[in-house]
């Protein structure tokens, strides 16, 4: 069996910011865990991407990490999850975890009625990834799937509880309500940041996933079963990079975690090529 350093960080990373919040809740369920976290924020985003050109850098992005001595690695971006994963996986010794089968293990688990919907960015969206790998959990439920857009720039413009926003919320989300879904898939690590507007239209007969809490899950069993969680007693220490526009970053970061970021540093995008 490879030797893992329990102490050796988690590694993370995202086409930008979105992955944060799933950083959030590794810092929130393993706060013992070192963190390092790579915003691709120069090429972002990776949606709208051909799947060769996400593959490139997603490789990019998961050399970076591996160069930290990372014990593992979150793939917090759904597009290159649904795009890369394999291609990660055949490339390097090492666990990785994406967002797609996480979260569409979960929506099986949770649905009672076998109507799930999926929101995502149009990459996403387009390569059916979470329909897919549903139908293989459970050939049976019904998924009606869309993409939103304009969910990521609100996110990033702070408007998780404004008129425009709940507006344009109803427009995409009005088909899920008339199909009668008890579940609905966060496809996009953005989506998490606008849960209430979302459940507010949804109601609360229906269950939200959000994928990054079901990978976050997957971890923790991950390690615990390997007998690598950072069992130390000291709070982990968490490092950021990114590609472009740190301070830009800096001052997003800290409102998606609640709380101050300390270390952050750009990265050169030629260096990522050179790895």
């Known amino acids: 069996m490879q030797f893992i350093n329990k102490t ?37 985003p990776y949606g709208s991407k051909s799947n060769s050109t996400v593959i490139e850098y997603a490789i990019q992005d998961a050399q970076f990490l591996i160069n930290k001595n990372v014990k593992l690695i979150i793939v917090a971006c759904n597009t290159a999850s649904s795009v890369a994963l394999d291609s990660l996986k055949r490339k390097y010794n090492i666990p990785i975890i994406g ?57 990033e413009e702070g408007w998780l509880n404004h008129e425009a926003t709940r507006l344009i919320a109803i427009e995409y989300l009005q088909e899920f309500i008339d199909a009668e879904i008890d579940t609905l898939i966060l496809g996009c690590t953005h989506y998490p940041l606008l849960a209430e507007t979302i459940q507010n239209i949804m109601g609360e007969k229906v269950t939200l996933i959000d994928s990054g809490y079901a990978a976050s899950l997957q971890v923790e069993n991950y390690l615990e079963g390997r007998g690598v969680r ?46």
């Not at 992955?19 to 915003?39: C, D, Q």
């Open 99 to 155: 967002m797609i089968e996480p979260g569409a293990s979960l929506a099986v688990k949770k649905s009672k009625n076998k109507r799930v919907g999926v929101i995502g960015t149009n990459s996403t969206i387009n390569n059916k990834a979470y329909s897919e790998q549903i139908k293989t959990l459970d050939a049976e439920i019904s998924i009606i799937e869309k993409a939103c857009p304009l969910f990521v720039p609100i996110a």
């Open 8 to 44: 050796a960080p988690i590694g993370i990373f995202d086409s930008g910011i979105g992955g944060l919040t799933v950083a959030k809740r590794i810092i929130s369920m393993l706060p013992n865990e070192n963190i390092v976290y790579f915003g691709d924020t120069a090429r972002v």
């Open 230 to 275: 950072n069992d130390s007693h000291q709070v982990g220490t968490h490092q950021f990079y990114v590609s472009d526009l740190p301070n830009k970053f800096k001052t997003i970061a800290e409102r998606f975690l609640g709380s101050k970021v300390n270390h952050i540093e750009k990265i050169d995008v030629e260096i990522l090529i050179k790895n």
